[in-house]
């Protein structure tokens, strides 16, 4: 019988094969963080991994293992994203368009999905394509800047699929 790994060394052993799965696939390091126990990921958000800062955020605003908690959500995700963690910029965004913890604001939604967008999240491209596609968030409309973003988000996905 193996003997089983504190929380501590857990944890450590859980950041390794994060930022491995990371360095190859920012898609299977997400999953790999879905994963893991509520208490796992705050251990890996306490010693500063931004990855799992955003994922504990997500829990924290969908009350998935832990009491809802807008305000801790949005605190975890700033830090996060200030790490430039597209996941967190992402969900940022969508924060500021709902209003969700945060004042209902299309202008700062697009700079958050913008910072995401610029490192390749496939959703911020695709709904950076629709607010340029579309002319929204006081954004100019540009059929053709949008279909830039569509083609990334596609390309990106299909990567992924193509890699699993």
């Given at each position: 019988?193996?003997?089983?790994?504190?929380?501590l060394c857990a944890a450590s052993v859980l950041t390794?094969?994060?930022?491995?799965?990371?360095?190859?696939?920012?898609?299977?390091?997400?999953?790999?963080?879905?994963?893991?126990?509520?208490?796992?990921?705050?251990?890996?958000?306490?010693?500063?991994?931004?990855?799992?800062?955003?994922?504990?955020?997500?829990?924290?605003?969908?009350?998935?293992?832990?009491?809802?908690?807008?305000?801790?959500?949005?605190?975890?995700?700033?830090?996060?994203?200030?790490?430039?963690?597209?996941?967190?910029?992402?969900?940022?965004?969508?924060?500021?368009?709902?209003?969700?913890?945060?004042?209902?604001?299309?202008?700062?939604?697009?700079?958050?999905?913008?910072?995401?967008?610029?490192?390749?999240?496939?959703?911020a491209e695709y709904v950076m394509a629709d607010l340029?596609?579309?002319?929204?968030?006081?954004?100019?409309?540009?059929?053709?800047?949008?279909?830039?973003?569509?083609?990334?988000?596609?390309?990106?996905?299909?990567?992924?699929?193509?890699?699993?």
């Amino acid at each position: 019988m193996k003997p089983a790994l504190g929380p501590l060394c857990a944890a450590s052993v859980l950041t390794a094969a994060i930022s491995t799965a990371w360095a190859g696939d920012a898609i299977e390091a997400t999953l790999a963080l879905k994963r893991l126990s509520v208490r796992e990921i705050k251990a890996l958000a306490d010693s500063g991994d931004a990855k799992a800062e955003a994922e504990l955020a997500a829990r924290y605003g969908l009350g998935a293992g832990l009491p809802k908690d807008y305000a801790r959500a949005i605190e975890l995700l700033r830090h996060a994203a200030s790490k430039n963690e597209p996941d967190a910029q992402y969900y940022l965004g969508t924060a500021f368009t709902n209003g969700t913890g945060v004042p209902k604001d299309n202008m700062q939604a697009a700079l958050w999905y913008e910072l995401a967008a610029g490192q390749r999240h496939p959703g911020a491209e695709y709904v950076m394509a629709d607010l340029i596609g579309n002319g929204k968030a006081g954004i100019s409309p540009s059929p053709n800047a949008a279909v830039y973003y569509l083609w990334d988000s596609a390309a990106d996905r299909k990567s992924t699929r193509l890699n699993s």
